[in-house]
């Protein structure tokens, strides 16, 4: 009886897993290695059907330049003043996307870009590779450039 209640378990487990393998939900590495950002529905509906946060840093480093603990780290490069103070875990990353007819593509988001404390306008889609691709871009998507990020989960 163990046995079977341990095999579907397993199962339902993989089937989660698998599921979660063809949606954009899930954690995500950066393309820059420096960040894993979770996807996942917006709490608020009114901010769009995606919104993705920062679950990990890797060796992040503090204005001078030193490598700080991910939990002191701050967004020091951000351009509001306001917000440099903040922690940089747990922060909004991408969020303001609407649905298209692709299931796994969002157009027309933001995505803040923690390197330069600037965002920008944003696209998403799951490749067929199961590779994430995000286009920041300023004005139109011609201008601007694509990431590829990496499932961690």
């Keep these: 009886m163990r046995s ?4 579907a378990l397993l199962g339902m487990l993989a089937s989660s ?3 979660q393998q063809g949606t954009v939900m899930g954690t ?3 393309a820059s290695g420096k960040a894993q950002v979770r996807i996942a529905a917006c ?7 995606i919104c993705g946060t920062i679950v990990a840093l890797i060796e992040p480093r503090g204005p001078d330049g030193t490598v700080v603990s991910p939990e002191v780290a701050t967004d020091w490069r ?10 940089v875990l747990g922060m909004p990353l991408i ?3 609407k649905k298209t007819s692709d299931p796994n593509t969002f157009e027309e988001g933001q995505i803040y870009n923690g390197e330069n404390g600037k ?8 490749q067929p590779d199961g590779k ?3 286009r920041g871009y300023v004005g139109a998507p011609m201008f601007g450039e694509t990431q590829l990020w990496t499932r961690v989960n």
């Design 4 to 7: 079977m209640l341990l095999a």
């Design 17 to 19: 897993a698998s599921a």
């Design 28 to 30: 995500w590495l950066t």
């Design 43 to 49: 709490a608020d509906a009114k901010i769009g059907p």
């Design 78 to 87: 951000n351009t509001d003043s306001a917000l440099r103070g903040r922690k």
């Design 95 to 97: 969020w303001g996307f």
């Design 119 to 126: 965002i920008y306008n944003a696209n998403i889609s799951l």
């Design 132 to 134: 994430l691709r995000l």
